[in-house]
């Protein structure tokens, strides 16, 4: 059974840090597209970081760029969000997500753009004082 499921998510004051784990089941990340979106209260869901299948090309939303890093650890099966700088806005539930197919020609901007096959359930990250 193919399953994402994320942790690391909770309440966290402005300017604090976290890091968001999705670990996989039922197939292996190594060679496949990854990456991470969120859904703000009343917002559509964004993509705001994601990893092409060859590693070669990650994007970044403006709002998060230079403070969010994607990961991941294919020992692990896993994929990971470093937050830095954290800032009310940032409030959400973070998804991480991944294609059905291995080695996909797409970069990083086309998945965060247009979505990915398998979706974990989400974790909740509050940004507040």
């Known amino acids: 059974q193919v399953q994402l499921v994320e942790s690391g998510g909770g309440l966290v004051q402005p300017g604090g840090s976290l890091r968001l784990s999705c670990a996989a089941s039922g197939f292996t990340l190594a060679h496949r597209a990854i990456g991470w979106f969120r859904q703000a209260p009343g917002k559509e869901r964004e993509g705001i970081s994601c990893?092409?299948?060859?590693?070669?090309?990650?994007y970044y939303v403006n709002s998060v760029k230079g403070r969010f890093t994607i990961s991941r650890d294919n020992a692990k099966n896993t994929v990971y969000l470093q937050m830095n700088g954290l800032k009310p806005e940032d409030t959400a539930v973070y998804y991480c997500?991944?294609?059905?197919?291995?080695?996909?020609?797409?970069?990083?901007?086309?998945?965060?753009?247009?979505?990915?096959?398998?979706w974990g359930k989400g974790t909740l990250v509050t940004v507040s004082s």
């Open positions: 990893m092409g299948s060859n590693d070669g090309s990650t």
């Open positions: 997500a991944t294609e059905r197919d291995e080695r996909t020609f797409y970069g990083g901007s086309y998945y965060c753009r247009n979505g990915m096959d398998y």
